[in-house]
């Protein structure tokens, strides 16, 4: 009798490698798109200030793609909403890749929303959001209306995701890192001899790098928050800190000194361009620190000056990212306060020697190599005649499903709740209760002096824009312009900030009187026209609410609760407004039938 053994197995073989090659095929056209959400999500770095990075792809079942959108900035139009508008009538059916978990405003569903009407299929996200009040619910809220979610790492896995997946987490590293860490991404940067200087002997460093390696420079400086230095440096090389980039986001400049030892005239104490800021003991030369103010430069003053500490604030006033252009003095105290996160080393092909000659870490407390450093993810680069080495001095956080949500651990423990505090503070539109923010993605009209109305991009263009208005001057006619034309509410605040402190003349000179007013009128746009906005403000009810901006006096509360917090009276005040109206229509008599 012949035996059907050996052709069932042969069978059976054929269709295993058949669903191999299935897969293998379908997780290569996943891991290429998610690659490209990734790579589009990264298109704004050194344009804006650095935000959670978004991309989106829309792709036909035939494998081709329909649409894409990446989240510009703070407070601009979803990713999702963009590729969705894009695809059009195409997306119907398609899949959405995402290099991560929707959430750039909290409070705000739009890009789950636009998924929805747009008529995908399917959604692949290429990470959870790290962030907790965000992580998760997305994924849930499409799920539960019957969509195909898959997340790389989780249902889909191969040495392809693995590699997409990575790539997702590296281009939000500085929010991982903010979420896991308190403290932003921090990269150190320096240029160094082939013999590992950093100067000569005699402090002369200009210059170490090719004009290739400085130009690279400038484009790293713009995709942080602040460059960070040190007294040394503000001595030895005057430096500007500048991105030069013609435009668009300017980097903070910090300036980190013990003893306040710094020069009378440097070039960081020019504010015509960017800020700067003075990190220092408290009480030290009193005198310099009004001298400085003179000049605009904001000092902020800690009882023991740490790498640690000042990481700590600048993570509280909301920067994702920093990067470090110090001396090796700082550089290894950074290291070993454990706020460096990568490093970038410029080598050039040079020899200076000297035994004196600075190099670009100091003591670190290690005497056998053993104990040495070992870089994580290393990269090389030829840049002109220099080889820019580069990797992690530590790995990102995990970023696996293991910290249950507050949905799921409500589920576990009813009584848990999230926001027990009768304090409720909000900052930036990724925090909790993001979409109070005068920051977030609600455009709104109001009435122009014609009464005729006019759509404003956020509550801030309004605000800003309202600096300039009825001021009998070009400049102040064209300042209006660019604010209202402003592709993000960040730049709205530019701007207006910019040309209010280069250009006081500008502003209308009741100014100072009415901008509260002119705030409140626009939240109160804001709220009156999306309902699910006002929803949020009225559940907040019985909690003080706090602008948690620990720089801004007036609009926020300021690091130590000094701040007039005139943001947050306002929503409280517009609160109130809502819930009288809404106690007064409960309370009204039926009408008889």
Known sequence: MLSLTPIANTFSSIICKCKASIDTHSHALDAGYI??????????????????????????????????????????????????????????GATAYL?????????????????LQGGVKRVVIGMRHPLQHFRGNAVRALRSQGLQVDLLGEDLTSKL??????????????LICRASSRVPFSV???AMTLDGKIAASTGH??????????????????????????????????????????????????????????????????????????????????????????????????????????????HDRGYLSVFWECGGTLAASAISSGVIHKVYAFVAPKIIGGKNAPSPVGDLGMVEMSQALNLIDVCYQQVGPDMLVSG??????????????????????????????????FYKTWDPYGALS?????????????????????????????????????????????????????????????????????????????KIDVMYSALKCKFSTYPHLS?????????????????????????????LNYLGRLLMKLRSEFLEESSSSSESPSLAV
């Open 205 to 314: 460093a200009w210059w170490i790098s090719s004009k290739k390696s400085r130009s690279l420079v400038f484009e790293l400086r713009a995709r942080s928050d602040a460059i960070i230095v040190g007294g040394n440096t503000v001595r030895r090389d005057n430096p500007r800190l500048t991105a030069r980039h013609g435009g668009g986001h300017m980097p903070m400049r910090i300036v980190m000194s013990q003893s306040l030892d710094l020069p009378d005239e440097a070039n960081l104490w020019d504010m015509s361009e960017v800020s700067t800021i003075v990190v220092t003991q408290r009480g030290a030369r009193k005198s310099f620190q009004k001298l400085l103010a003179s000049k605009g430069v904001e000092v902020v003053e800690f009882d023991i000056l740490n790498p640690r500490d000042v990481m700590e604030y600048f």
């Open 99 to 115: 290099n991560m978990e929707p959430g750039d405003c909290d409070g705000d569903s739009t890009a789950v929303s636009a998924l």
């Open 188 to 190: 150190l940067k320096y």
């Open 392 to 425: 992690f001095i530590q790995p990102l956080p995990d970023m696996a499903p293991i910290i249950p949500s507050r949905e799921e651990t409500f589920v576990v423990d009813p009584t848990v709740s999230p926001y027990e505090s009768n304090i409720i503070f």
């Open 161 to 174: 995701i693995e590699d997409a997946q990575k790539e997702c987490l590296l281009v939000n590293a500085p």
């Open 535 to 563: 929803s949020m403000l009225v559940s907040t009810s019985g909690s003080v609410l706090v602008e948690a901006s620990p720089h801004d006096l007036f609009w926020g509360g300021g690091r130590e609760g000094e701040g």
């Open 35 to 92: 690659r490209r959400a990734a790579h589009l999500a990264d298109k704004s770095a050194g344009f804006t200030s650095p935000h959670p990075n978004f991309g989106c792809v829309i792709a036909t079942p035939s494998g081709d793609v329909a649409g894409e959108g990446y989240l510009y900035a703070q407070g601009t139009s979803a990713a999702e909403v963009q590729a969705i508008t894009s695809a059009g009538e195409l997306s119907r």
């Open 438 to 514: 005068n920051f977030s993605p609600h455009p709104i009209q109001m009435p122009d002096e014609n009464g005729d109305n006019v759509t404003w991009l956020s509550v801030e263009h309004y605000y800003q824009a309202h600096k300039f208005v009825g001021v009998d001057d070009t400049s102040a006619q064209d300042s209006l312009e660019r604010i209202k034309s402003a592709k993000s509410p960040e730049e709205a605040a530019r701007i207006g900030r910019s040309m209010q402190r280069q250009r006081p003349d500008l502003i209308r000179p009741e100014w100072d009187n009415i």
